[in-house]
């Protein structure tokens, strides 16, 4: 059975901070590992991540996989109050060997919470 | 605007009267799928579709019936619903190649009374 787990499971930190948010993931046929930031509604993608050692930016946000220890860090620097959110990690399997569509598995999340 | 449209996105009723959530997407995507999520247990796949008439399980597909009869929607059926289906509703869409991410609509929150 496919496994994705976050860690922590909630953090408080104060303004100005920065903070690292943990996803280790087992499952058979990985293609890729994503990021999403949900607040009070739908989950809003914010990265994918497909090979080892690449770091993907955005602001101050970035991310990076490790496929040989099976993990990925989202870390936020400089966090603000709109960064409060729950940070969810999912990661895309193959679910037929031939190809075709993607199987998503998601992690419980890291509710963050940014205070002033 | 691109996005994925759910219907309705509150909804109290009784055990046993049959519900259906409606799910639409504008983006010509292939794949659509439905997750509930709950708190301690995160997002757990119910249905999934590959293409028009193509359905298949996903990790917790009991007591949900699904079809998708056009390309753009994606509807959720409750035949008959039972309280342990009290939960928060995503339908989520994306092209087949998976290189693009999922795209989410705003969720449906639905309580079983």
């Known amino acids: 059975e496919d496994k994705v787990v976050q860690s922590p499971l909630s953090l408080v930190v104060h303004e100005g901070d920065t903070v690292t948010l943990n996803c280790s993931y087992e499952?058979?046929?990985?293609?890729?590992l994503l990021w999403y930031k949900q607040e009070k509604k739908a989950p809003t993608f914010l990265f994918m991540l497909?090979?080892?050692?690449i770091e993907k930016k955005s602001g101050r946000l970035s991310s990076i996989l490790d496929k040989k220890e099976l993990f990925s860090i989202l870390n936020i620097t400089a966090t603000q109050t709109g960064d409060s959110a729950v940070y969810l990690c999912?990661?895309?399997?193959?679910?037929?060997?031939?190809?075709?569509?993607?199987?998503?598995?998601f992690g419980k999340g890291t509710h963050l919470i940014i205070q002033p | 605007e691109a996005q994925v449209t759910q219907n309705p996105r509150y909804l109290i009723t009784v055990t046993g009267k049959k519900l259906t959530v409606t799910c639409s997407q504008n983006?010509?995507?292939?794949?659509m799928s439905w997750y509930r999520q709950d708190p301690g247990l995160g997002l757990r796949q119910i249905y999934y579709?590959?293409?028009?008439?193509?359905?298949d399980k996903g990790d917790v597909p009991e007591g949900y019936k699904v079809s998708r009869k056009e390309k753009r929607n994606f509807p959720l059926i409750l035949e008959s619903p039972s309280p342990n289906q009290t939960s928060l509703y995503f339908c989520?869409?994306?092209?087949?190649?998976?290189?693009?991410?999922?795209?989410f609509g705003d969720g449906t929150r639905l309580s079983i009374l």
């Open positions: 989520a869409s994306s092209f087949l190649d998976g290189n693009q991410p999922q795209h």
């Open positions: 499952v058979t046929n990985f293609r890729s």
């Open positions: 497909t090979s080892s050692g």
């Open positions: 999912a990661v895309r399997t193959r679910m037929y060997s031939g190809g075709g569509a993607d199987g998503l598995t």
């Open positions: 983006m010509n995507h292939e794949y």
């Open positions: 579709s590959m293409n028009v008439e193509v359905t």
